[in-house]
Nanobody
Framework: QLQASGGGLVQTGGSLRVSCKAS????????MAWYRQPPGKDRELVAA???????NYVDSVTGRFTISRDNVRRTLSLQMNSLKVEDTAVYYC?????????WGRGTLVTVSS
């Protein structure tokens, strides 16, 4: 199970940290990622982290978002800075590739202008 939390309402330029707690899976052996689904659009991968903590980001969030993981606490985090209106979305975590785990509810991030 993947449970995301930490979303909320923030103004443009603000910061927010979302987290995802994994349970019932061997978290440390999977490359993980954060995804987001803006209103009316498809879900997209925004940041990924491998088992050895190598990170990758889509261009639109590079330099603003930082993904991290804590294998002991089985937690995936995303620090989001300099938020923009276009970052508004429901944020989810899951595997980076392969057979996905069941998608959790996600956490809503709303950035107001």
């Amino acid at each position: 199970q993947l449970q995301a939390s930490g979303g909320g309402l923030v103004q443009t330029g603000g910061s927010l940290r979302v987290s995802c707690k994994a349970s019932g899976i061997n978290f440390r052996i999977y490359d993980m990622a954060w995804y987001r689904q803006p209103p009316g659009k498809d879900r997209e991968l925004v940041a990924a982290i491998t088992t050895d903590h190598t990170t990758n980001y889509v261009d639109s969030v590079t330099g603003r978002f930082t993904i991290s993981r804590d294998n002991v606490r089985r937690t995936l985090s995303l620090q989001m800075n300099s938020l923009k209106v276009e970052d508004t979305a429901v944020y989810y975590c899951n595997r980076q590739a392969g057979d996905m785990f069941r998608w959790g509810r996600g956490t809503l991030v709303t950035v107001s202008s």
